[in-house]
């Protein structure tokens, strides 16, 4: 159903069936009040999609709650979901209508070298709604049926033929001229033999315009992504390369004629979304350097096709929003919290904070959405949010511990530990609930609050999660000498060599000369001379500092996601304030880590976790 009202109405009677099931008590009276008063709403002659939004996100939060009480997400909360999310759909809010588009269409003039700007260029309008059509996701162009066999209607008058391409003339039934008697030594000024004719083959059909630039932006789109991973997962020192080759693929497409947005939607959409969204980073990049506010409504028409749950595109479509300055941007994010899509409302959440750093009761509002993936865009933001921003907060983060979604009761955690609570840490170490929703995520609890004693309870979490590099990450950062036993049996897996390698590193440093360090033997020999002290927690070979870390992070050599872990690190063990957004583009992101290394250098002591 694609009629907004009608899904409201079909979600509000499953909501009211699903209430009326559910164990009386004061919660689900609430509920129940709630669910009665929108559907009274709904069946007023001329309902307020606003009204019953509000109506809908008061039910929401006693179902939210309950959902934490009985640990799963229901059939009440999914029906409330939907229910709100078509109410939202039903409001229409759309901002960027009224935003002035680019005084003048230039087009790009100069390879853009340094920083994503906007480009206005000549191009056909966009406008939602949208839908891919089956010959857009195919790369053709959008302008209708070809026209009738023989018709007159190419650019020059030209007859088509029964595909619609243009008719080439039939190759001439042309003998080849007889061979000349080549002269026994030829003169500089001989006649030359007549070359063969140009024949025409039949099969040969000439490319439409509009394909060619089809394929120009979906190898562009490819070439984006792909460098928008590599500046992600690859050295931090190495970012300003891979964000040249994103300046350069998006310039490519800026350079195309024709249509290039419903082509970018096409391309981005036609493709397998990769797990961890960077199809989405391209597009959302791309769209955004395109001037004109209808290029952001395109950013939110894709939004919209994509899957509820896809939290990573949501990520990164966040990620690609805030590099590219706009100043349409507040007003895209104020249409997207206010969209049906879990997905388009998630990156509007974590835009908006991004745009205008928010205080606790923005980010409070956005804590209590019916949607997973939207929660934790809000509880991203309250992790880069000013400590004082965040304290109030802690009640419903400290509910939140058990929800019953894993990345939702880990950002909870995080963002707990960041602000100077140790009530995760707590509950990982009593083995209660959280430890059972975290699973192996839990290890990253104890890699940032733990202590000495808590090595059994370290291995004991271990022992239950498969091995994976993120397993082996957090046990190289816990630190522990006696794990050398694990990494040494995983360098003979193929799969797990390389995180294997690194999680050595991290603890003993470059122990084994380069080009050793999958050699298994050569770690042994060179643990065994170092001979490191047991009750001591390492990092690069040398005891657990502030300055050590600031140390491993300066030297450039850890991605995106490590110098993130380590700037945790830092601020939960040592007090060292390291809420640096790490998708910011250029020096930005680099000059802040470095304030954060030099001020953990100049650290004198740091927290003692149990004597580790």
Same mark, same amino acid.
């Given at each position: 159903?694609?009629?907004?009202?009608? /899904?409201?109405?079909?979600?509000?009677?499953?909501?009211?069936?699903?209430?009326?099931?559910?164990?009386?008590?004061?919660?689900?009276?609430?509920?129940?009040?709630?669910?009665? $008063?929108? @559907?009274?709403?709904?069946?007023?002659?001329?309902?307020?999609?606003?009204?019953?939004?509000?109506?809908?996100?008061?039910?929401?939060?006693?179902?939210?709650?309950?959902?934490?009480?009985?640990?799963?997400?229901?059939?009440?909360?999914?029906?409330?979901?939907?229910?709100?999310?078509?109410?939202?759909?039903?409001?229409?809010?759309?901002?960027?209508?009224?935003?002035?588009?680019?005084?003048?269409?230039?087009?790009?003039?100069?390879?853009?070298?340094?920083?994503?700007?906007?480009?206005?260029?000549? @191009?056909?309008?966009?406008?939602?709604?949208?839908?891919?059509?089956?010959?857009?996701?195919?790369?053709?162009?959008?302008?209708?049926?070809?026209?009738?066999?023989?018709?007159?209607?190419?650019?020059?008058?030209?007859?088509?033929?029964?595909?619609?391409?243009?008719?080439?003339?039939?190759?001439?039934?042309?003998?080849?001229?007889?061979?000349?008697?080549?002269?026994?030594?030829?003169?500089?000024?001989?006649? @030359?033999?007549?070359?063969?004719?140009?024949?025409?083959?039949?099969?040969?059909?000439? $490319?439409?315009?509009?394909?060619?630039?089809?394929?120009?932006?979906?190898?562009?789109?490819?070439?984006?992504?792909?460098?928008?991973?590599?500046?992600?997962?690859?050295?931090?020192?190495?970012?300003?390369?891979?964000?040249?080759?994103?300046?350069?693929?998006?310039? #490519?497409?800026?350079?195309?004629?024709?249509?290039?947005?419903?082509?970018?939607?096409?391309?981005?959409?036609?493709?397998?979304?990769?797990?961890?969204?960077?199809?989405?980073?391209?597009?959302?990049?791309?769209?955004?350097?395109?001037?004109?506010?209808?290029?952001?409504?395109?950013?939110? $028409?894709?939004?919209?096709?994509?899957?509820?749950?896809?939290?990573?595109?949501?990520?990164?479509?966040?990620?690609?929003?805030?590099?590219?300055?706009?100043?349409?941007?507040?007003?895209?994010?104020?249409?997207?919290?206010?969209?049906?899509?879990?997905?388009?409302?998630?990156?509007?959440?974590?835009?908006?904070?991004?745009?205008?750093?928010?205080?606790?009761?923005?980010?409070?509002?956005?804590?209590?959405?019916?949607?997973?993936?939207?929660?934790?865009?809000?509880?991203?933001?309250?992790?880069?949010?000013?400590?004082?921003?965040?304290?109030?907060?802690?009640?419903?983060?400290?509910?939140?511990?058990?929800?019953?979604?894993?990345?939702?009761?880990?950002?909870?955690?995080?963002?707990?530990?960041?602000?100077?609570?140790?009530?995760?840490?707590?509950?990982?170490?009593?083995?209660?609930?959280? #430890?059972?929703?975290?699973?192996?995520?839990?290890?990253?609890?104890?890699?940032?609050?733990?202590?000495?004693?808590?090595?059994?309870?370290?291995? /004991?979490?271990?022992?239950?999660?498969?091995?994976?590099?993120?397993?082996?990450?957090?046990?190289?950062?816990?630190?522990?000498?006696?794990?050398?036993?694990?990494?040494?049996?995983?360098?003979?897996?193929?799969?797990?060599?390389?995180?294997?390698?690194?999680?050595?590193?991290?603890?003993?440093?470059?122990?084994?000369?380069?080009?050793?360090?999958?050699?298994?033997?050569?770690?042994?020999?060179?643990?065994?001379?170092?001979?490191?002290?047991?009750?001591? /927690?390492? /990092?690069?070979?040398? $005891?657990?500092?502030?300055?050590?870390?600031?140390?491993?992070?300066?030297?450039?050599?850890?991605?995106?996601?490590?110098?993130?872990?380590?700037?945790?690190?830092?601020?939960?063990?040592?007090?060292?304030?390291?809420?640096?957004?790490?998708?910011?583009?250029?020096?930005?992101?680099?000059?802040?880590?470095?304030?954060?290394?030099?001020?953990?250098?100049?650290?004198?002591?740091?927290?003692?976790?149990?004597?580790?």
């Amino acid at each position: 159903m694609s009629d907004p009202w009608a /899904r409201l109405r079909s979600a509000l009677a499953e909501a009211e069936q699903a209430a009326i099931a559910m164990t009386i008590g004061p919660r689900c009276e609430l509920m129940a009040t709630h669910v009665a $008063a929108a @559907r009274a709403e709904a069946a007023r002659p001329s309902p307020s999609a606003a009204a019953l939004a509000e109506v809908l996100q008061r039910a929401v939060v006693p179902a939210l709650l309950e959902a934490v009480e009985v640990g799963e997400l229901g059939e009440l909360q999914d029906a409330l979901g939907r229910a709100h999310a078509a109410a939202l759909d039903a409001m229409a809010s759309d901002r960027l209508a009224g935003a002035p588009g680019p005084a003048e269409a230039e087009g790009l003039t100069a390879l853009t070298t340094s920083f994503p700007t906007v480009v206005a260029m000549k @191009r056909e309008p966009f406008a939602r709604p949208w839908r891919p059509a089956a010959s857009e996701a195919a790369g053709e162009d959008e302008a209708g049926a070809p026209p009738a066999p023989g018709a007159d209607a190419s650019p020059g008058g030209a007859r088509l033929d029964d595909e619609g391409h243009e008719a080439q003339a039939e190759p001439l039934d042309v003998p080849p001229p007889p061979p000349r008697q080549a002269p026994d030594h030829p003169r500089e000024d001989a006649p @030359r033999p007549d070359p063969p004719p140009v024949r025409i083959d039949p099969a040969f059909r000439p $490319a439409a315009s509009s394909d060619l630039h089809a394929r120009v932006v979906r190898d562009a789109l490819d070439r984006l992504g792909a460098a928008a991973r590599l500046r992600d997962d690859g050295p931090f020192s190495e970012r300003a390369g891979c964000e040249r080759d994103m300046l350069a693929a998006s310039d #490519a497409i800026l350079v195309t004629s024709g249509d290039p947005i419903r082509t970018l939607l096409s391309a981005w959409l036609g493709e397998a979304e990769d797990a961890r969204g960077y199809v989405t980073y391209a597009a959302v990049f791309a769209l955004a350097r395109i001037g004109g506010p209808d290029a952001l409504q395109a950013v939110r $028409a894709g939004l919209d096709a994509l899957p509820p749950d896809a939290e990573a595109a949501a990520a990164r479509a966040a990620d690609a929003l805030a590099v590219v300055p706009r100043p349409d941007l507040p007003l895209l994010a104020e249409d997207l919290v206010r969209d049906g899509s879990p997905v388009a409302r998630a990156v509007g959440v974590e835009l908006a904070l991004r745009l205008d750093p928010a205080p606790a009761r923005m980010l409070n509002a956005h804590l209590f959405d019916s949607s997973p993936v939207v929660l934790q865009a809000a509880l991203r933001a309250a992790g880069r949010s000013r400590f004082n921003d965040v304290a109030p907060l802690f009640p419903l983060l400290e509910r939140w511990l058990h929800f019953p979604h894993r990345q939702v009761a880990y950002l909870a955690a995080l963002a707990l530990l960041e602000g100077g609570s140790t009530a995760p840490y707590e509950q990982i170490v009593r083995g209660g609930r959280l #430890a059972q929703i975290l699973g192996p995520l839990a290890l990253e609890i104890l890699v940032l609050a733990g202590g000495a004693r808590d090595k059994e309870a370290f291995a /004991r979490i271990a022992r239950s999660a498969p091995l994976s590099p993120s397993t082996l990450s957090a046990l190289g950062r816990f630190g522990h000498p006696e794990a050398w036993a694990i990494f040494l049996h995983a360098l003979s897996d193929d799969a797990l060599a390389e995180a294997a390698a690194e999680a050595l590193a991290t603890l003993f440093g470059p122990l084994v000369p380069p080009g050793a360090e999958l050699d298994g033997p050569a770690w042994r020999a060179a643990i065994a001379a170092l001979k490191p002290d047991p009750t001591v /927690r390492l /990092r690069r070979g040398k $005891a657990w500092s502030a300055q050590v870390v600031a140390e491993e992070i300066d030297q450039g050599d850890l991605n995106r996601w490590s110098t993130a872990q380590r700037l945790r690190e830092l601020a939960v063990r040592a007090q060292v304030e390291g809420r640096v957004d790490l998708a910011a583009w250029g020096h930005a992101p680099i000059d802040a880590v470095g304030a954060v290394t030099r001020e953990a250098r100049s650290v004198t002591s740091r927290r003692s976790s149990h004597g580790w």
